[in-house]
């Protein structure tokens, strides 16, 4: 952290003589804006975009406390514990270490999860693909079991079982097991616990779920595979290429090797007329509606496909025939 340690220390020698003038004194604020000009500039050195956000979800965790917006932290007076807490924080992030994992909770859907690095980070897309789901069954009125295939840290299925209570139960399948148990604990800390559960698994041919699930069919399927092509890795940016789970990312050498296997899965695992959701990438939806009609038409039919925010169709809807 040498490289700002000389102008932390001028701050906290300067702090200390402020620490006991009112929090909007002219000195505490010409002192903090100051410290905001560098935050930002050095962010904006290290390629880090949203710099008002980041700066602003550190300092929260630094000092313990929400903030209810950025421009706030000018009226804070900070002492020399937390300004040194919030180095610890701005270094890592420096080092483009995911804001997620810097803080180790972040919002889904208006739900507080613990995430790590053993889990890919839900996106702001992820987020729209359940939303778009929940309106398909939120008027719904007859008890469901649900299946996710990937859980990570069990932001689909905190969702869904929060916004829809005819969801009896979600069961969660996931190859890295601090993933399951990061998925369990947020289930406990939601209190949805008891309509949830979660098993290791590596989904393969011909063995889909394991073996305390062999033979159960489920009402919906859904999942966030990966489905980034193996050699998009490389150009991805820093915080996922170096900090995110590269499992939930790598989909092999188009992109689709895991969502053909979940595509499979759905043919033995859902019931008449239940439904298979899928995140996909950019440009995937195609393909998946071709593999359906093509290798699946007797099980499988391909209904519908969602734009994100964008306007990429990358959400699609798949029925059990």
Same mark, same amino acid.
């Given at each position: %952290?040498?490289?700002?340690?000389? =102008?932390?220390?001028?701050?906290?020698?300067?702090?200390?003589?402020?620490?006991?003038?009112?929090?909007?004194?002219?000195?505490?604020?010409? @002192?903090?804006?100051?410290?905001? #000009?560098?935050?930002?500039?050095?962010?904006?050195?290290?390629?880090?975009?949203?710099?008002?956000?980041?700066?602003?979800?550190?300092?929260? /965790?630094?000092?313990?406390? /929400?903030?209810?917006?950025?421009?706030?932290?000018?009226?804070?007076?900070?002492?020399? #514990?937390?300004?040194?807490?919030?180095?610890?924080?701005?270094? %890592?992030?420096?080092?483009?270490?995911?804001?997620?994992?810097?803080?180790?909770?972040?919002?889904?859907?208006?739900?507080?999860?613990?995430?790590?690095?053993?889990? =890919?980070?839900?996106?702001?897309?992820?987020?729209?693909?359940?939303?778009?789901?929940?309106?398909?069954?939120?008027?719904?009125?007859?008890?469901?079991?649900?299946?996710?295939?990937?859980?990570?840290?069990?932001?689909?299925? %905190?969702? %869904?079982?929060? @916004?829809?209570?005819?969801?009896?139960?979600?069961?969660?399948?996931?190859?890295?097991?601090?993933?399951?148990?990061?998925?369990?604990?947020?289930?406990?800390?939601?209190?949805? @616990?008891?309509? =949830?559960?979660?098993?290791?698994?590596?989904?393969?041919?011909?063995?889909?779920?394991?073996?305390?699930?062999?033979?159960?069919?489920?009402?919906?399927?859904?999942?966030?595979p990966p489905f980034a092509r193996t050699d998009e890795l490389s150009w991805l940016h820093p915080e996922?290429?170096?900090?995110?789970?590269?499992?939930?990312?790598?989909?092999?050498?188009?992109?689709?090797?895991?969502?053909?296997?979940?595509?499979?899965?759905?043919?033995?695992?859902?019931?008449?007329?239940?439904?298979?959701?899928?995140? *996909?990438?950019?440009?995937?939806?195609? *393909?998946?509606?071709?593999?359906?009609?093509?290798?699946?038409?007797?099980?499988?039919?391909?209904?519908?496909?969602?734009?994100?925010?964008?306007?990429?169709?990358?959400?699609?809807?798949?029925?059990?025939?």
């Amino acid at each position: %952290m040498n490289f700002i340690k000389p =102008f932390w220390s001028r701050f906290i020698r300067r702090s200390t003589k402020i620490q006991n003038k009112p929090t909007n004194s002219p000195e505490t604020k010409n @002192s903090i804006t100051h410290l905001l #000009k560098e935050w930002n500039r050095k962010l904006k050195k290290a390629g880090v975009g949203d710099r008002e956000t980041n700066i602003k979800y550190l300092m929260e /965790n630094a000092i313990n406390k /929400n903030l209810p917006s950025y421009d706030s932290i000018k009226e804070l007076e900070l002492t020399e #514990k937390q300004l040194k807490r919030f180095e610890e924080l701005f270094k %890592m992030r420096c080092d483009r270490r995911p804001l997620q994992h810097i803080v180790g909770v972040w919002d889904f859907n208006g739900l507080p999860l613990k995430t790590n690095p053993a889990v =890919f980070i839900p996106r702001p897309e992820t987020e729209q693909f359940v939303s778009e789901v929940i309106r398909h069954y939120r008027n719904i009125s007859q008890p469901i079991e649900m299946l996710e295939v990937g859980c990570g840290s069990g932001a689909i299925s %905190m969702a %869904m079982l929060q @916004s829809i209570p005819f969801i009896r139960s979600s069961t969660a399948i996931d190859c890295c097991d601090d993933a399951v148990q990061l998925a369990k604990e947020n289930a406990v800390i939601l209190k949805l @616990s008891d309509r =949830f559960q979660a098993f290791k698994h590596m989904v393969k041919e011909n063995d889909y779920l394991p073996q305390p699930l062999k033979g159960k069919t489920y009402d919906l399927i859904i999942s966030n595979p990966p489905f980034a092509r193996t050699d998009e890795l490389s150009w991805l940016h820093p915080e996922v290429k170096c900090y995110e789970n590269r499992i939930a990312l790598d989909g092999g050498p188009d992109g689709l090797v895991v969502v053909r296997l979940v595509i499979h899965l759905s043919c033995f695992h859902l019931r008449s007329g239940a439904k298979l959701w899928l995140e *996909l990438g950019n440009g995937q939806s195609p *393909l998946v509606k071709t593999i359906v009609n093509l290798k699946h038409a007797e099980n499988l039919r391909f209904l519908n496909s969602y734009k994100d925010r964008y306007g990429r169709e990358r959400f699609v809807e798949i029925e059990k025939t």
